[in-house]
């Protein structure tokens, strides 16, 4: 009985044995600053760090690249895959298909926005636009139209306007501009009867034109700036929004009635930003941030806000066996200050 407990023992420790030193294959897909090719490696965050992980439980890591985020969970959910490792969020719905890990990474959904859409672009949107542009040909008309009847009322009564029509146009113009402006033109007061009473009709009704030019004016810039405004989620609606489809990003503005269009990939949906067929992103703020980072800030301009946070985590097959040995290789982790090296790396001092 002995000898058969030890040969039914011997064959499972010679396989944990090898199963302890072979490679962990984890999916990933390419979503810098967590995840990205290098030349022919592997770079980013969460790869660093499962390569950290893999040391700490005595098992290399390789990593097999998926071509869409739903992809390689679709592998882990499979078990052809040990996990995966990227910027995944930690979800109840994920979580009935797979185990996560502890959190990795602490991050959330922001909004991206064109640099034009920021305070000076809208300030001068809101200042050269169509309906402004119309209110000041409407008021040099109304001012030319003014000067030219005061010529012809007196330009016989004196110097001022004593002149042919092609030199009166812009006296004429300049003594209307200055009778509305100024409230007068005492050196140029009208002489005819008719002159006089033109002249008073004009510097009565100049109070009303100035202050409907003004209130038209002011309607104008703030139509323009609220339009051109994005500064919550309220102000998304009737805007082109983009986000990647079956995302987190996509479920929240789902949940909020917000449409938007959805991309396959996070590349195709920089690409459509990038050529102005959307008026704001909508999506995990790290990624963004990084985005911002290596295109400058004329690619865009991310809002402060944080408008739904999340967590990162390792995502595993369903009954993993990895998973506690994962959870405690992050705190050994965490605790030597490896993660705070790692997380200084890829997002700077102040992460």
Excluded: C
Aim: net charge negative; hydrophobic share 45%; aromatic share 10%.
């Amino acid at each position: 009985m002995l000898i058969g407990l030890v040969l039914l023992l011997v064959p499972q420790a010679l396989a944990a044995q090898s199963n302890t030193g072979s490679a962990l294959i984890f999916a990933t897909v390419e979503r810098a600053p967590f995840a990205y090719r290098d030349g022919d490696q592997f770079a980013g965050f969460s790869v660093e760090l499962m390569r950290d992980i893999g040391r700490e439980i005595g098992r290399p890591v390789e990593f097999k690249l998926a071509p869409r985020f739903a992809d390689m969970l679709g592998l882990v959910e499979l078990g052809q895959v040990d996990g995966a490792v990227a910027n995944i969020s930690i979800t109840a719905a994920r979580e009935e298909v797979m185990d996560f890990s502890q959190p990795t990474f602490e991050a959330g959904l922001q909004i991206m926005l064109p640099p034009e859409d920021g305070d000076s672009g809208s300030l001068f949107a809101a200042l050269f636009n169509r309906d402004i542009a119309l209110a000041i040909l409407g008021a040099a008309a109304l001012l030319y139209g003014g000067g030219m009847m005061m010529w012809l009322f007196e330009r016989r009564r004196q110097p001022y306007f004593d002149r042919p029509l092609k030199d009166a146009m812009f006296t004429s113009f300049w003594w209307a501009l200055n009778l509305v402006v100024n409230g007068g033109f005492e050196e140029r007061v009208p002489q005819s009867r008719g002159g006089r009473v033109f002249g008073v009709l004009l510097v009565i009704s100049s109070l009303f034109i100035v202050s409907i030019f003004v209130a038209r004016i002011t309607a104008a810039m703030t139509v323009a700036a609220i339009s051109g405004n994005i500064d919550s989620l309220a102000d998304l609606d009737g805007k082109r929004i983009g986000t990647t489809a079956g995302s987190t990003a996509a479920l929240f503005l789902d949940q909020r009635e917000i449409a938007h269009g959805d991309f396959d990939d996070l590349n195709v949906l920089l690409k459509a930003f990038e050529e102005q067929e959307l008026d704001a992103v909508v999506f995990d703020g790290p990624l963004l941030a990084w985005y911002l980072t290596e295109n400058g800030s004329q690619s865009g301009r991310l809002l402060p806000r944080v408008f739904k946070r999340e967590n990162y985590g390792i995502a595993l097959p369903s009954g993993s066996a990895l998973t506690e040995p994962i959870n405690r290789a992050l705190l050994s982790l965490r605790e030597s200050g490896r993660y705070d090296q790692l997380r200084r790396k890829y997002f700077g001092p102040s992460s």
